[in-house]
């Protein structure tokens, strides 16, 4: 079936194609009302009523075979038959649900043609569909009865890298789910969120999205991050919205949530063989092994994790595991193994778009070590080629904290008069940083030196 095939069959499955009829087909009310078709009646040129008499019940039969149509496709169709008669049927539920006023089934219907259009690799059409959606809850707007429609509108945006349209979406859908009083919901879809900013680069976005939304999980009942995160159809999207808050609960120190979340994350990464994703997981997993002294587990962590990164050429996951196993191997004293990581961290970083940033934090661990391996002259060299890039990436703090370096390893070399005006120098960015301690005290040490 083939990687992206599978994916498929496991994100429409794991959602049953995103749920467009189940809601009316368990409707007592709804299923009485179109339980016995009328054969023989005479079909309207736009409406086919041989089935049933009621135009709603003839919608919902059409947004039925719909998701028939496209859980076929999804299981056993190699020549995009179903599909197309998915997307047929969804076209008839849009037209019908639309005759009879009842905008919730039409959104419905239009999130079935789009995944339709989108698995036939007709991505301008599917997203054509979304916007008709958004026009769609434009007058009168989606209200919290429609929070879970505009979740997985966010969802298909995001998965077109439609990146401003899913923003917004993933924004209403916060809205909705919080008027509503929906924990569960609010924290997967800030969670959505911080899987945009985070593939838009806006590191800090994502990390308040993360926040948010694990702070929400906390008033989930149990408090389980894989029921909210159940909802996104892709499961590599849920794996990323588990990473995202595995890696915060890392950085916060909440090292059994972390682990539980980073386990969730590769399971779900697993079942469709996402090995980029798995491989972040497992990165996650080496780290908090690593921070606790569980050398051994560390270890089987990183090489898978590494196995992974390189089968799918993912560079910069392989870059971040060599920093972050360099900085394991330093703690064990095994400087040597470290500075040949960092080294080829520097290297992959210097080849990645927007790597700069990456290196010259690389270069400034470089730096550290070789100054606590008392090599001055190869610290020297490191600080200051760290000091370059920061100055061409306008990072003040950066510069300050490369210069600082780059004073230390003078001063340890005898080079007084170097290290002051370097000291000097760094004292005056920090200040400009806003980072009056750290100035104080390298202003303090360029003093001492003058003395």
């Known amino acids: 079936m083939g990687f992206h095939r599978a994916l498929l069959l496991a994100a429409g499955l794991a959602l049953a194609i995103a749920a467009p009829s189940a809601q009316a087909a368990s ?32 919608a919902d039969e059409a947004l039925r075979e719909g998701d028939e149509a496209l859980r076929q496709y999804l299981e056993v169709d190699e020549d995009n038959l179903h599909l197309v008669e998915a997307q047929n049927a969804y076209e008839r539920a849009r037209n019908l649900y639309h005759q009879v006023g009842q905008r919730h089934g039409e959104a419905k219907a239009l999130l079935g043609l789009a995944r339709a259009h989108d698995y036939l690799g007709s991505h301008e ?4 569909q979304l916007a008709a959606l958004r026009d769609l809850y434009r007058q009168p707007p989606a209200d919290s009865a429609d929070d879970a429609i505009i979740f997985a509108l966010a969802e298909l945006a995001q998965g077109l890298d439609r990146g401003d349209d899913a923003r917004g979406d993933y924004k209403q859908a916060i809205a909705l789910y919080r008027q509503g009083g929906d924990h569960a919901g609010e924290a997967a879809a800030w969670a959505g969120l911080g899987v945009v900013e985070q ?10 999205d993360f926040s948010a939304a694990r702070a929400l999980l906390k008033d989930v009942q149990g408090g389980a991050a894989s029921r909210p ?33 980073y386990a969730k994350a590769r399971i779900v990464f ?16 080496a780290d908090l092994a690593a921070a606790q002294g569980d050398a051994e587990h560390a270890r089987a962590y990183y090489e898978e994790a590494w196995g992974w990164f390189e089968h799918v050429g993912e560079s910069d996951g392989e870059a971040r595991l060599l920093v972050s196993r360099a900085a394991f191997e330093r703690r064990l004293g095994d400087n040597e193994r470290a500075r040949d990581d960092y080294r080829e961290a520097q ?5 990645l778009d927007g790597g700069e940033a990456d290196q010259a934090k690389v270069l400034l661990e470089l730096g550290a070590l070789d100054h606590d391996a008392d090599e001055q002259e190869f610290a020297a060299q490191s600080f ?38 370097d000291f000097e120098a760094a004292a005056a960015l920090y200040d400009k940083a806003g980072q009056a301690d750290r100035a104080a005290k390298a202003r303090q040490l360029a003093n001492e030196l003058a003395e």
């Open 347 to 351: 290297g992959l970083f210097r080849k």
């Open 27 to 58: 409707d007592p009310a709804a299923a009485s009302d179109c339980r016995e078709p009328v054969r023989g009646a005479t079909p309207d040129v736009e409406v086919d009523t041989r089935q049933y008499p009621d135009l709603r019940c003839q």
């Open 125 to 128: 059409d599917a997203a054509d």
């Open 199 to 208: 593939s838009a680069g806006q590191a800090q976005a994502a990390h308040d």
């Open 270 to 285: 697993q079942q469709v063989t996402d090995r980029r994703g798995e491989g972040f997981a497992l990165l996650g997993l």
């Open 229 to 261: 995160f159940a909802q996104f159809s892709d499961p590599s999207k849920r794996g990323d919205a588990l990473l995202g808050v595995a890696d915060l609960a890392k950085q916060s120190g909440d090292a059994a949530e972390a682990k539980a979340a």
């Open 384 to 421: 200051d080629q760290a000091r370059q890039l920061f100055h061409r990436l306008g990072d003040s703090l950066g510069e300050a904290q490369a210069l600082n370096g780059l004073a230390e390893a003078e001063r340890a070399a005898g080079d007084r008069d170097l290290a002051q005006r």
